[in-house]
C-alpha cells in the first residue's frame, strides 16, 4: 500500500482534491505526506542571448513568488488532520522535473496531484504538468479531477 505520498500543492481546487484523496490514502495505511510546490525559475530565453533583460528587481520578485508558493503550501499543510504527518517542500524550477526529483529523493510511493483537463490541443501547447510527471516519475501517479470538471 501507499505509505508515503507525495502531494503536489499548486494552489487550484484541483489540487487540494488530490490532496483530499492523499489524506484518505494514508489514514487508512498510517502513512505520511509530503506536499510540494514548485517556483517557477527564471525562463531561458529571458536569460539567452538576445533574450529580455532580467528586470534590475529580479531577487525580490523571486523572493516574493518563493513567499507565495510558501504560504500556499503552509495553508495545504494547515488542513491536514493532526494525525498525520506531513512536511512541506519548496523547491524551484519546472514543476514536472522538481516533482519527480523530489519523488527519487524523497523514496515516496505515489505522487498525488490535479489536473486541470485543458485538453488535448491546449496540453500540446502549454504543456501538461500532470503529462510530464506521469512519463517520468518512477512511482505511480494518482492524477484527480474535479467532479463535473468545467474548469
Do not use: C, Y
Not at 13 to 42: I, K, Q, Y
Not at 142 to 147: D, K, R
Amino acid at each position: 500500500m501507499f505509505r508515503n505520498v507525495l502531494v503536489a500543492i499548486d494552489g487550484s481546487p484541483h489540487a487540494e482534491r488530490a490532496l483530499v484523496e492523499a489524506v484518505d490514502l494514508v489514514r487508512s495505511n498510517g502513512g505520511s505526506l509530503t506536499l510540494v510546490a514548485v517556483t517557477p525559475g527564471l525562463a531561458p530565453w529571458m536569460i539567452s542571448p538576445g533574450g529580455m533583460a532580467p528586470p534590475e528587481n529580479l531577487g525580490a520578485l523571486q523572493a516574493a513568488m518563493a513567499r507565495e508558493f510558501q504560504e500556499l503550501v503552509d495553508q495545504a499543510a494547515a488542513t491536514v488532520p493532526g494525525e498525520v504527518p506531513t512536511e512541506t517542500v519548496l523547491l524551484e524550477g519546472p514543476p514536472a522535473k522538481g516533482i519527480v526529483s523530489q519523488v527519487r529523493k524523497g523514496g515516496h510511493d505515489l505522487i498525488a496531484m490535479g489536473s486541470r483537463g485543458r485538453g488535448e490541443i491546449t496540453s500540446m501547447v502549454l504543456g501538461s504538468t500532470s503529462h510530464a510527471v506521469l512519463h517520468e516519475s518512477p512511482v505511480p501517479v494518482l492524477v484527480v479531477h474535479l467532479p463535473d470538471d468545467t474548469e
